[in-house]
């Protein structure tokens, strides 16, 4: 029989940095769950992305036992370190603070395309491109879609 689902929690966590502190122990405290357990189990789990940061969908059932799920570093942290700048424009649309070329936006929609909702790497790519256009990140070349 399934175990009843007392709640989930959505955070994001450096990979292999997880401890007690905010906002991880209040989150995980509120539902009862083991905050060391879970900081012991995410940082084995993510020793391998170190430094990264990570969104992780927590599901605390109704005896305090808990699963997560580790998913891919978000698009705009991603495109930050292929465009190497370290926060977006206040003015997007005016104000322009890097630039990626079509092939890098094509190997994060490859490696975020699991938590994307599209069906092909081309509708994943425009929306990589999209997310970039929309922190003033420009990108360069021809695009490679027949619009």
């Given at each position: 029989?399934?175990?009843?689902?007392?709640?989930?929690?959505?955070?994001?966590?450096?990979?292999?940095?997880?401890?007690?502190?905010?906002?991880?122990?209040?989150?995980?405290?509120?539902?009862?769950?083991?905050?060391?357990?879970?900081?012991?189990?995410?940082?084995?789990?993510?020793?391998?992305?170190?430094?990264?940061?990570?969104?992780?969908?927590?599901?605390?059932?109704?005896?305090?036992?808990?699963?997560?799920?580790?998913?891919?570093?978000?698009?705009?942290?991603?495109?930050?370190?292929?465009?190497?700048?370290?926060?977006?424009?206040?003015?997007?649309?005016?104000?322009?603070?890097?630039?990626?070329?079509?092939?890098?936006?094509?190997?994060?929609?490859?490696?975020?395309?699991?938590?994307?909702?599209?069906?092909?790497?081309?509708?994943?790519?425009?929306?990589?491109a999209g997310t970039a256009r929309s922190m003033g990140i420009t990108v360069k070349g021809t695009s490679p879609?027949?619009?």
């Open positions: 029989m399934a175990k009843e689902i007392f709640g989930l929690i959505k955070l994001q966590i450096k990979g292999g940095a997880a401890n007690p502190s905010p906002p991880v122990g209040p989150a995980l405290g509120s539902k009862g769950v083991n905050i060391m357990q879970f900081c012991k189990q995410f940082n084995g789990r993510t020793q391998d992305q170190a430094g990264k940061v990570l969104p992780v969908i927590i599901t605390v059932y109704a005896d305090k036992s808990f699963d997560f799920i580790v998913k891919q570093p978000p698009v705009a942290i991603q495109l930050f370190e292929a465009a190497k700048v370290k926060k977006g424009s206040a003015e997007p649309h005016i104000n322009k603070m890097g630039a990626v070329t079509w092939d890098q936006v094509k190997q994060i929609a490859e490696v975020k395309m699991t938590d994307l909702n599209c069906f092909s790497v081309e509708s994943a790519m425009k929306m990589v879609f027949n619009n």
